[in-house]
């Protein structure tokens, strides 16, 4: 059976759903237990800036979130950039598949000649920050898999967003902005799709299922 992630949006805030997306999007390898103390984090975290920026504890009556340990919240999320600089290098190279599945043509760089994992993956290496190609396809492009769908969904809810002229959208839009998380699940909706009717290098069982309950 696929791996499941559920977000119940009629029980939790909508910060919690997108802490749990972003969870997974970094940690797709973590158990299930090893999410929910990684998005817990993420929500003190966002709470914490919320409160510093605003003044106002609204929503740090969620005690489980606002008295977590400082500690424990570093190393929680001490890899995090990192690893979701992976993914959005990831990203490029399933949104090309992903371009080219549905009959549109890639946007490929200059020096990419054809549409091979290959070829991609020497250009977006540059992005993880791997001068080996063996050691992208090996830690970030396999390690990517299971939520390759996700992480091709925020790179382009990002890019809708700079296309729009809103230059500061990162991935920590997913908890702080109810429309971006939305245009991500739908998006991410649609790449699962397009990867179960097509013949990319990704095996759809190895997806992560994402549904939301409304």
Known sequence: MPRKLVLDSKNQS???????LLALLAFPSST???LKEIAASLCSDHLRAKFKEAGNPEELVKAKYAFRDEGTIRKDLKKLDRLVRDRMAAAHVGIAFLRNAIGHRPNLPRDVKRLSLNQLSEFAMRHAKQSIPENFETRVWRASLPVIHLAAAVAVAIS?????GEDRTSYGNIITDVEFLFDVLRYTKEHEIIIKNSKLPIKP????SIQLVQ
């Open 14 to 20: 909508l910060f919690e759903c997108g802490a749990a």
């Open 32 to 34: 299930d237990g090893e």
């Open 160 to 164: 809708d967003r700079e296309r729009m």
């Open 205 to 208: 069982e190895k997806l992560v």
